[in-house]
């Protein structure tokens, strides 16, 4: 089937390049794509979602940073 698609003109040059690279057209490149997209996305759609799991306490300590794991082993060494 021909369609015509816009594409960001980034896209369309790593595209070209790929289609040289492979030695693909670039109808071909761009249905390569779609078929992972699309297989990709049935491999994740069965999954179950984790649930982590949660505990009760006093929740987020002040003086602790997330970003600092230097805080968190000191405050975990404190207990």
Known sequence: ???TI???DHLLMQAKQVALSENN????VIED???EFFA???RTAGREKTKLPTYRGAGLQPGVDLNSTASLLDR???R
């Open 6 to 8: 816009n594409l960001q």
């Open 1 to 3: 089937m021909r369609t």
């Open 25 to 28: 057209t670039m109808g071909g």
């Open 40 to 42: 990709r996305r049935n």
């Open 33 to 35: 794509a779609l078929r």
């Open 76 to 78: 975990m060494e404190d």
